[in-house]
């Protein structure tokens, strides 16, 4: 059976990588995916709303719908966000929850008349929004006759032991210092693992940390007709990613255990212009386009490892020194395109359609990393590919004041055909609530959404994949007031 372009790119990287904490498609897709950013009342149509406009999410979907404010507007929005998240491997399941409370968006906006007989007014404004919540823990367990220490040993093949931790001081090393890779050959330079038979297979993921943006925008009404608007992002990142990957083997056997925990902690800041228009064809009928650029991010990464073993009635511990990377990520562009229907005082009808091409991610060092990333950029290229979304949302309004809305999305995986992992559409839907008189307007929204992805305990060409299925619930309260 014919190895995938992905089992051979990351088995590569894997082995032939030299001893530093490599980026890779994960991290890639992890700043480069983000969900919407948005006020309960556009989560409640599941973020179709870029031809609507007057809602914060504005700033971060089409800022042109700052320019159909009329008054001056001030909101803020609590979210809860939880994620159920269960694993498989070798038949075994665990699921687990983690959930937090914490600050969804907050945003102002300016409205101010002209002099101009056909500039109605302008706009303008800043917010803050969350568009990712990485707080997630799930373990992974099972058995298997493989070992990670295999994956060590391949990487050590040629370098003579004293010189082993100096060169791979984050991994094959100290895998060497704590007994779990011995040398099987004259020269010491030919490396097998101490560690033999059936394991049980145990890795712990915790995560925690979040991405936001911070939005400045300004934009302006042409006749009642036309209106258009554009923006500054900036992003920050936040993220740590603690795993504990332990394998025990039968209580008469050499090496009884073996471990390999790994701690990362990565921060960011990123920018990205957006812009956008909505025209009014009807009076019923607002049409429109947006355009994001790619987002350029300056990532940092410190990181660290540790191997332990038992072996007879000893234990060993060995930990690598700290690396510092820095590195720069190229996220790709987005486009939307989206029509509204507005049904007098009874309602909307919503959709939009967005679309993003990952194969443009890239990923460059930084300062005094002088890592090219040319095989991750050529990995991208390979099992990423151009996604598209869609997005229905409905409002509609009971007793004057009182609104219910629903929304569904479906859009496609970032990865391609070609990558040996789970690329499966993702499917969301919501519901939400308001209440909006004059001056007053609280909201209230649910959005929930499943992905599957596949997880690889050590290198693919050894190990059989993992599934873990995230299921992403936020709940999120906004109140605000209009002058």
Not at 75 to 102: I, M, Q, V
Not at 243 to 257: H, I, L, P
Not at 405 to 420: L, M, V
Not at 459 to 477: C, F, G, H, I, S
Request: proline share 2%.
């Amino acid at each position: 059976m014919k190895t995938s372009i992905y089992l051979q790119l990351i088995a590569m990287l894997c082995i032939a990588a030299h001893d530093v904490h490599s980026q890779n498609e994960v991290e890639a897709l992890r700043y480069s995916t983000c969900d919407p950013a948005l006020s309960a009342r556009s989560m409640g149509m599941n973020g179709a709303y870029s031809a609507v406009g007057v809602d914060m999410s504005s700033f971060f979907c089409n800022p042109a719908g700052l320019a159909v404010y009329k008054r001056t507007n001030i909101e803020g929005a609590l979210e809860h966000n939880s994620h159920l998240t269960e694993s498989t491997y070798t038949g075994e399941s665990h699921k687990e929850l983690k959930s937090r409370l914490s600050i969804g968006n907050a945003g102002f906006v300016a409205v101010r008349g002209t002099r101009s007989p056909h500039w109605k007014n302008i706009s303008y404004g800043i917010a803050f929004a969350k568009t990712n919540n990485f707080y997630q823990n799930f373990t992974i367990e099972g058995k298997a006759e493989t070992t990670i220490m295999q994956q060590f040993a391949w990487q050590a093949q040629g370098i003579a032991p004293a010189d082993l931790y100096n060169t791979y001081s984050f991994t094959a090393g100290p895998a060497y210092e704590v007994y779990g890779i011995d040398p099987a050959d004259e020269a010491g330079t030919y490396y097998v693992p101490a560690t033999f038979g059936l394991a049980h297979q145990t890795k712990r993921i915790q995560r925690e940390g979040r991405q936001n943006e911070t939005s400045f925008a300004l934009a302006g009404n042409l006749e009642d007709r036309i209106f258009i608007g554009g923006s500054l992002n900036i992003t920050g990142i936040y993220f740590t990613e603690l795993t504990n990957y332990t394998e025990s083997y039968a209580s008469d056997a050499r090496v009884s255990s073996v471990s390999f925990n790994e701690d990362l902690t990565t921060s960011g800041t990123g920018f990205a212009a957006h812009v956008g228009i909505i025209y009014k064809a009807k009076d019923w009928l607002r049409i429109s386009a947006s355009h994001q650029t790619k987002t350029a991010t300056y990532l940092q990464d410190i990181y660290s490892s540790k191997a332990l073993s038992e072996v007879g009635i000893d234990s060993y511990a060995s930990e690598s020194p700290q690396l510092n990377s820095d590195y720069s990520l190229r996220s790709p562009a987005k486009s939307t395109f989206g029509a509204a229907g507005i049904v007098g005082k009874y309602g909307i009808v919503s959709i939009d359609y967005e679309t993003a091409d990952y194969t443009r991610i890239r990923m460059k060092g930084t300062d005094a990393n002088t890592y090219d990333y040319k095989a991750e950029n050529q990995l991208y290229q390979q099992i990423f590919r151009r996604t598209n979304q869609l997005r229905i949302g409905i409002e509609s309004r009971i007793l004057s004041t009182y609104y219910v809305r629903a929304g569904y999305g479906i859009q496609q995986h970032p990865f391609s055909d070609e990558a040996a992992a789970i690329h499966a559409a993702i499917n969301s839907w919501s519901v939400g609530v308001g209440y909006r008189d004059d001056h007053f307007f609280a909201d209230m929204a649910l959005r929930s959404y499943k992905v599957a992805s596949t997880y690889y305990l050590y290198d693919p060409a050894l190990v059989q994949p993992a599934t873990v299925n995230d299921r992403a619930t936020k709940v999120m309260l906004s109140v605000g007031f209009r002058f």
